[in-house]
């Protein structure tokens, strides 16, 4: 399974929503689609597994969805903060190679 | 808490072997319901994952590197390690090693909740 993101990069302004896609080149359980946020220099940290459930600290301001009958998996980030700028990955787990990330979307908050 | 920390030479010369380990607190390696993973990232690129072993020792690797992967843990020392042989230019990046949950009752995947720091490892002689 082939992930692609877009948009590639996204700029806003503080307070507005972000709105990230993630889409699969074929079908995808949601039980195995995550989301992470990787700032410069540090190592990934989990935002949203199971397509839609938080992990532990994450504020509801993130929020993630999609459906296994569409390709399409949404995360959407409301009252954008500047320290939302980072690096988006969505991630699905089975297939081969087990792991697979998407290409990343970049989000910068102006 | 949980933490990971990676460990390993910062510098491999091509055709050598790379050798890294994480050592885990907070938490046994010989607990259920963790994979323990190794993920790597080139310079300006996205994250690739590299492969898991689990406490027994069952492991799984990503077939474009298979060939040149080996994975062990060491429950006496609560680490596990990673071993990329013939290591090329294109091997260099920053190399995290990452705790996997999953349900061992239903196999309900958690995500990659906890990840070490990262360590850079740059191939060249």
């Known amino acids: 399974i082939v992930l692609t993101q877009s948009p590639g990069t996204l700029s806003l302004s503080p307070g507005e929503r972000a709105t990230l896609s993630c889409r699969g080149s074929?079908?995808?359980?949601?039980?195995?689609l995550a989301w992470y946020q990787q700032k410069p220099g540090q190592a990934p940290r989990l935002l949203i597994y199971g397509t839609s459930s938080r992990a532990t600290g994450i504020p509801d301001r993130f929020s993630g969805s999609g459906s296994e009958t569409d390709l399409d998996f949404t995360l959407t980030i409301s009252r954008l903060e500047p320290g939302d700028s980072a690096v988006y990955y969505c991630?699905?787990?089975?297939?081969?190679?087990?792991?697979?990330f998407g290409p990343g979307t970049r989000l910068e908050i102006k | 808490q949980v933490q990971l920390q990676e460990s390993g030479p910062g510098l491999v010369k091509p055709s050598q072997t790379l050798s890294l380990t994480c050592s885990v607190s907070g938490v046994s390696i010989s607990s259920g319901g963790f994979f323990w993973n190794w993920i790597r990232q080139s310079p300006g690129k996205g994250l690739e994952w590299i492969g898991y072993?689990?406490?027994?020792?069952?492991?799984d690797y990503s077939p474009s590197l298979r060939s040149r992967v080996t994975m062990s843990v060491d429950t006496a020392k609560n680490q596990f390690s990673l071993k990329l042989s013939s290591v090329t230019a294109a091997d260099t990046a920053v190399y995290f090693c990452?705790?996997?949950?999953?349900?061992?009752?239903?196999?309900?995947?958690?995500?990659?909740?906890?990840w070490g720091q990262g360590t850079t490892v740059t191939v060249s002689s």
């Open positions: 990452a705790r996997e949950s999953y349900d061992t009752l239903t196999a309900y995947f958690y995500g990659l909740d906890v």
């Open positions: 072993i689990d406490h027994r020792g069952t492991t």
């Open positions: 991630q699905h787990y089975g297939g081969s190679p087990l792991i697979t």
């Open positions: 074929q079908s995808i359980s949601s039980t195995y």
